[in-house]
């Protein structure tokens, strides 16, 4: 045997081994987004007054990821194993979860800059038709996805790469709109420190990571390797599956910051109550 050809052996088994350490890290981190979702849910039942728009869009923006996650794994490892009405279906649910999360992302950082920098807005949003229209009004989109892989491969690929750009131009948006609330947000919070304004800033900042991270995903998987065929990479798609599959935990801290003011305001109000009935049982 060549020492060329041992040289091949040696770098394809580190990166199987790579894959597979990557692929372990990945079904960790589907599991910990269906705890992370478990954990909004459960906020929602214990704090009521925490169910408002930006929270439940969060949560919305939760169940997109996880579906998305889970969808992007199947396809990945399973789906040439399915029938075909199964396959499209996962293919349906994972870019139809995609474009929810992408028009859930926008709405919830246009939201918070008419908190933060524009402080009365003239519109508000109603959250169930925000909802519904979300995630009702792409699924046409959705449809198609499965519907061009059958007819061309050629069609699917200029669909696709016409969508990552939107994207990617939409989450560039988002992250210069998060700039903005962060610069407004940290002038405020010097010259007036309160706890709104500290957790808008902190919230700024994970959701400016969080999209920072998409954005350099969407470059160097789907953009640059569109033009530059030669440099796509499938361990590199996987690193960022397997980043991607923990932002979840990202959107959870985002929640949990929001309504920790109203958290503590329920646990303060239940002690309250609590005390009240063991003074009127000794009364």
């Not at 091949?8 to 692929?23: F, Q």
């Not at 329920?266 to 005390?275: A, C, D, N, P, Q």
């Amino acid at each position: 045997m060549s020492n060329n050809t041992t040289v091949l052996i040696n770098d394809i088994s580190k990166t199987v081994k790579i894959e597979d350490v990557a692929t372990t890290f990945w079904l960790i981190g589907i599991g910990v987004s269906f705890v992370g979702l478990l954990a909004q849910l459960m906020l929602f039942v214990l704090v009521p007054n925490s169910r408002k728009f930006d929270e439940v869009i969060l949560c919305q923006m939760t169940i997109a990821r996880t579906l998305y996650t889970v969808c992007e794994y199947d396809i990945m490892f399973y789906v040439k194993y399915y029938d075909y009405i199964v396959k499209n279906s996962v293919f349906v649910l994972y870019f139809h979860s995609d474009v929810v999360l992408l028009c859930l992302m926008f709405i919830f950082s246009k939201n918070l800059y008419n908190k933060v920098v524009v402080v009365f807005p003239l519109q508000s949003y109603n959250l169930m038709v925000t909802t519904v229209a979300v995630w009702t009004v792409p699924l046409l989109l959705s449809l198609l996805f499965p519907f061009l892989i059958k007819i061309n491969d050629e069609y699917f690929e200029i669909f696709y790469n016409v969508y990552a750009h939107i994207k990617f131009f939409i989450c560039i948006l988002n992250a210069l709109v998060f700039v903005e609330i962060i610069r407004v947000a940290f002038s405020r919070n010097a010259s007036n420190s309160t706890r709104n304004v500290r957790d808008f800033l902190k919230t700024s900042l994970i959701a400016f990571v969080l999209v920072s991270v998409t954005s350099l995903q969407l470059l160097i998987t789907d953009i640059i390797s569109y033009y530059y065929k030669q440099i796509r990479s499938q361990l590199l798609v996987l690193i960022f599956c397997v980043v991607n599959s923990y932002q979840v935990v990202a959107l959870t801290g985002i929640l949990f910051v929001l309504v920790r003011s109203k958290m503590n305001d329920s646990i303060v109000r239940l002690i309250s109550i609590k005390l009240d009935d063991l003074m009127a049982s000794f009364a």
